[in-house]
């Protein structure tokens, strides 16, 4: 069982940054393929950024690429996500993935709201 918590949501000006952080417990973290998600009302949850496990390779959504930086940092089982440039349409509660490599099973955590607004 892997349990993930987040922090780091909360309210930014059009333009500002926030940096939002993903704590993994219960599992060897080199084994999990963490990526970031955010779901806005009325719509579906989408992909904002993947990473491998040696933090190598790194995907974003379009819509996000060259504002936000996914990156990990095993010693202290943490991913993160730095969002710059942020835009009101940006948005949405992100949430944390961890998907286990061996099973292909997937576990969230609890989500972040984030809000960009004027």
């Known amino acids: 069982q892997v349990q993930l918590v987040e922090s780091g949501g909360g309210s930014v000006q059009p333009g500002g940054s926030l940096g939002l952080s993903c704590v993994a417990s219960?599992?060897?973290?080199?084994?999990?393929?963490m990526s970031w998600y955010r779901q806005a009302p009325g719509k579906e949850r989408e992909l904002v950024a993947s990473i491998g496990s040696t933090g190598g390779s790194t995907a974003y959504a379009g819509s996000v690429k060259g504002r936000f930086t996914i990156s990990t940092d095993n010693a202290k089982n943490t991913m993160y996500l730095q969002m710059n440039s942020l835009r009101p349409e940006d948005t949405a509660v992100y949430y944390c993935k961890a998907r286990v490599r061996a099973s292909g099973v997937d576990f969230w955590g609890q989500g972040t709201q984030v809000t960009v607004s004027s």
């Open positions: 219960g599992f060897t973290f080199s084994n999990l393929l």
